[in-house]
Structures are given as C-alpha cells and as structure tokens.
C-alpha cells in the first residue's frame, strides 16, 4: 500500500525559506506524478506545485512561481518543495499527493499524506 509523508513544515518569519519533504513508501513511486497543495484555516484547498515522474516537466500555480521549486530524487522515494521568500500568506498545511497525468485539479490526486503545517509571521 502506498502512502506519502509530508515533513520539513515550521514556523518561520516572512522572507525565509523551508525545505518540504514528500516520503513515499511503497513501490511505484518513479511511476506517478507528485503534486503539492495547501490549505488555509476558511479556505479550500489549492494547487501549489507538481512535478512529472522524470522530474522534466513542472507546473506552478502563479502566486509560487520564482519562489517555489518542486523537485523528486526517485532513488530515494522522496519529492521535495523549496520555498524562499516565505510570505504570511503562505500560511497552511501543505499537503502531498500523486496522480497518473498532468492536472492541478486536486479530484485527480490520490494517496494524499497527513500534510505538515507552514507558519510565516510578518
């Protein structure tokens, strides 16, 4: 059975930067493509970032980009969200979550993780 563990979250002042980790166990991992999502207290949650199972192609949601990388290293079952110039509404929980083609709609991800909590203070 697959499953995707989010760390890496924390409590950090506006301008800096947080590592996430995305851990999957299981097999299969190098098969699937892995997208990134967050969710504020109030709001739905939204598309952040995804990336393919080759790591080539990449999609941001526009409030990210030049901010945020997504990354993977199949050999280790992990994907990854690098996050500089962190702003205070960038506060939520980040959530893990793999899909079988390219969509930033969240109904086509599966296996979603416990998600890990990002808080940025001004």
């Known amino acids: 059975q697959v499953q995707l563990v989010e760390s890496g979250g924390g409590l950090v002042q506006a301008g800096a930067s947080l590592r996430l980790s995305c851990a999957a166990s299981?097999?299969?991992?190098?098969?699937?493509?892995i997208g990134w999502f967050r969710q504020a207290p109030g709001k739905e949650r939204e598309f952040v970032a995804a990336?393919?199972?080759?790591?080539?192609?990449?999609d941001y949601a526009d409030f990210v980009k030049g901010r945020f990388t997504v990354s993977r290293d199949n050999a280790k079952n992990t994907a990854y969200l690098q996050m500089n110039s962190l702003k205070p509404e960038d506060t939520a929980v980040y959530y893990c979550?793999?899909?079988?083609?390219?969509?930033?709609?969240?109904?086509?991800?599966?296996?979603w993780g416990q998600g890990t909590q990002v808080t940025v203070s001004s």
């Open positions: 299981g097999r299969s991992f190098s098969s699937y493509r």
């Open positions: 990336i393919s199972w080759s790591g080539v192609d990449t």
């Open positions: 979550a793999r899909a079988t083609f390219r969509t930033t709609e969240s109904r086509n991800y599966g296996y």
